[in-house]
Structures are given as structure tokens and as C-alpha cells.
């Protein structure tokens, strides 16, 4: 696992961070993927989260990169430094709602539909930015970009005029310089496709696979 790690690292230059996708992955596996430099993990399910939360405070920072039901965002804002799927006002809402009751404020990324997939979260492309127009007026959250989940194609390639469909969007929304608005992060690309989202201009990579094999 170190060896994937440092050769993934190595192909990131430092302006690209990684997250290291740790759903069904048990507790001591990621205890490995820490002590090989790992800060940042992502996290599917807030009940699994939950499990690693207590055995890992304070050891490493976690990410939700799953969608979010509304009934499960009270204990997720407790979990998590970063929520990467907001994609509608209602969970907008519901995060401002339960981080203005532990008085924090929740760093998200607001999820985009690049492919309209009916089946897939995120909000389609052209309604992006009325979504963050509205998210920017919430007191307890803080929009750092966006994140996408490209279609899933055998050939990786195939993925490349999502991303940059998002990336143009990303700049466009950076360029409106929105109040409480920053856009710093682009998490884009997971063990298949970071590579052509790296040269697509992202600066997150999402990968488990190809750190930790197959899952079992």
C-alpha cells in the first residue's frame, strides 16, 4: 500500500491533494494508508464514517464524498471537515440548519451532474450557479468548488469532456466572485480516470482502488 501511495504521489504535482476513497476498508488499513502520509480520507456512508470517526479523531481529516439523505446530515456535520455532494437547497439548508447547533462552519463542495445522468446525484450544470447564489447566503457553510463524478466508461478517456465541462464551470463561477463564495477546489477524477482529470485541471483526486487492490 505505501508503494501505491508514493507512486501515486509522485504523478500529483503539489498543488494537487489527494483523497483516499476508504469505503468498506477496514480501520487498520487506513491506519496503514496514515502512517504512509495520507491526511484526507473520503467517506461514502455516515454510519460506516461513524465507526472509523471515533477510532480515528484527531488522526487524519474525513471528507463525505457520498450523498447525503437529509435524515443523516445531523451526525455527518459532527463527522466531517468537508462535504463534497451538496447538491440541492434542501441539504443546503439542513447542513446550515444542524451546523448552526454545534455553532461550525461546514466546508462543501457543491456537486455537479456533469453527465445528466438521470440515475446520478448533483445538480445539473446549468442550474449550478443559481444553487451557489442561494448556498452563499447560509451562515454555517462555506462553498470551497466543486466535484463531479464523470459517467463510468471502460475506456477513462471517454471522461474527458466531463471534466472539462466542470472545470469551465468552475472558472466561470470563480470569475462572478460571489460573496462567501471560494473557489479553490476542484475534486474531480477516482483511480480509473484521475489521470484525465489531472489534465483537465483538477487539484482533488478521489482514489481507493488503486491504493488499496480490489475490494474483497
Request: proline content about 3%; some cysteine; hydrophobic content about 40%.
Amino acid at each position: 500500500m505505501r508503494n501505491n501511495i508514493e507512486k501515486i504521489k509522485q504523478e500529483l504535482s503539489s498543488n494537487i491533494k489527494l483523497i483516499v476513497a476508504t469505503k468498506t476498508r477496514s480501520i487498520e488499513e487506513i491506519k496503514q494508508a496514515i502512517e504512509a502520509g495520507i491526511g484526507i480520507i473520503g467517506e461514502n456512508y455516515v454510519q460506516e464514517a461513524e465507526r472509523k470517526f471515533e477510532a480515528l479523531k484527531g488522526k487524519v481529516k474525513f471528507h463525505c464524498i457520498g450523498h447525503l439523505q437529509t435524515n443523516k446530515i445531523k451526525k455527518a456535520v459532527e463527522i466531517f471537515d468537508m462535504i463534497q455532494t451538496v447538491d440541492s437547497v434542501k441539504i443546503a439548508k439542513e447542513i446550515d440548519k444542524r451546523c448552526g447547533d454545534i455553532r461550525k462552519i461546514m466546508l462543501i463542495l457543491v456537486e455537479i451532474n456533469s453527465g445528466k445522468e438521470p440515475n446520478k446525484e448533483g445538480v445539473m450544470p446549468e442550474d449550478a450557479i443559481n444553487l451557489i447564489k442561494y448556498i452563499s447566503k447560509l451562515e454555517n457553510v462555506k462553498i470551497k468548488g466543486l466535484m463531479t463524478m464523470a459517467p463510468y466508461f471502460d475506456n477513462p478517456e471517454k471522461d474527458r469532456p466531463y471534466f472539462r465541462l466542470t472545470k469551465k464551470l468552475f472558472n466561470e463561477i470563480k470569475s462572478l466572485n460571489i460573496p462567501n463564495v471560494d473557489m479553490e477546489i476542484l475534486s474531480m477524477g477516482m483511480s480509473d480516470s484521475y489521470k484525465i482529470a489531472i489534465e483537465e485541471g483538477t487539484n482533488m483526486v478521489r482514489i481507493g482502488t488503486k491504493i488499496f487492490g480490489p475490494r474483497q
